[in-house]
């Protein structure tokens, strides 16, 4: 089961995509982070690795999947037996963007009906994480 939102950012598709598709800024937007262990340095680019230390203790290993800046831009978190994808879409609108959220949890095993519960459970707060950001770039961009 995947979920799927829209939201818009008043901040161009490429300046969106570039700053949530780096890890680094991860823990400044995401509500449920603490911090970013990088895997893999530099840029972000497809294969990139790293894991997200989240407030509760959870550590999920997270892997770029798909990287075309400013266009797309999806991920892949895995933690014991859930695996999350996220996929996120950038189009113009006006002086800002449209983002196009793509959401996926799965739970192995005898759990897995818990994977399409917290998909849709789970779209809401992925939205008010990039609605965060997204007022963190307006900001940065209109000083």
Do not use: N
Request: one cysteine or more; charged letters at 20%; aromatic letters at 4%.
């Amino acid at each position: 089961m995947r979920a799927r939102g829209t939201l818009a950012l008043d901040v161009a598709p490429d300046v969106a995509c570039a700053y949530l598709s780096d890890p680094v800024h991860r823990p400044e937007w995401q509500s449920s982070l603490r911090r970013v262990e990088l895997l893999d340095a530099g840029e972000p680019h497809v294969g990139q690795r790293w894991e997200d230390h989240t407030a509760v203790g959870l550590v999920a290993s997270m892997t770029t999947t798909h990287l075309e800046p400013g266009v797309r831009w999806s991920e892949t978190g895995t933690w014991r037996r859930v695996t999350a994808d996220l996929t996120l879409t950038f189009a113009p609108r006006g002086t800002g963007c449209t983002v196009g959220v793509e959401l996926a949890i799965r739970v192995a095993g005898l759990l897995a009906p818990v994977g399409a519960v917290a998909t849709l459970g789970g779209l809401p707060a992925v939205k008010a994480d990039l609605a965060t950001a997204g007022r963190l770039l307006s900001e940065r961009e209109h000083r």
